[in-house]
């Protein structure tokens, strides 16, 4: 396989990946998002509270995009989210085994807290309430 193919073929694989965490409708969001360069690193550990429960999040980060996973205290079940960074704001989708929703979180300068929101619906990243976070 030439280099070419090879770089075709990681691209296509991680487009796959993108279409199914985040769906089509927020893939134009993402897109639109990435017109703004990232000011922050999210990459790392990270210890949040949303929907009523800590959630331990490991997230990577390349360039503008965002994934990641993370690990909730029950009776809520573990996830992935993915998202594009927008100067200090990450917005995308985070889904698990039965639902998914949007979210928008805000980090601070020095990329060791955030405040955002969840969503309950792929479209809304407001209507489940806070999420915020502080690097591990």
């Known amino acids: 396989m030439s280099k070419l193919q090879n770089k ?13 965490v985040v769906g089509t409708s927020a893939l134009v969001s993402i897109q639109r998002a990435h017109a ?4 922050v690193n999210v990459s790392g550990i990270w210890v949040t509270q949303f929907a009523g429960a800590q959630a331990i999040v490991t997230l990577a980060q390349s360039g503008p995009h965002v994934t990641g996973t993370y690990v909730n205290s029950a009776p809520l079940s573990p996830g992935a989210l993915a998202g594009v960074m927008r100067g200090n704001t990450l917005v995308g989708r985070w889904t698990d085994a039965t639902t998914s929703g949007g979210f928008a979180l805000v980090f ?13 619906t792929v479209t809304n990243t407001t209507n ?4 915020n976070g502080n690097r591990q």
């Open 8 to 20: 075709f073929a990681r691209l296509a694989a991680w487009v796959a990946v993108v279409l199914a």
């Open 36 to 39: 703004q360069a990232p000011t």
């Open 108 to 120: 601070g300068p020095d990329g060791r807290a955030f405040v955002g929101t969840w969503g309950r």
């Open 128 to 131: 489940g309430g806070a999420w």
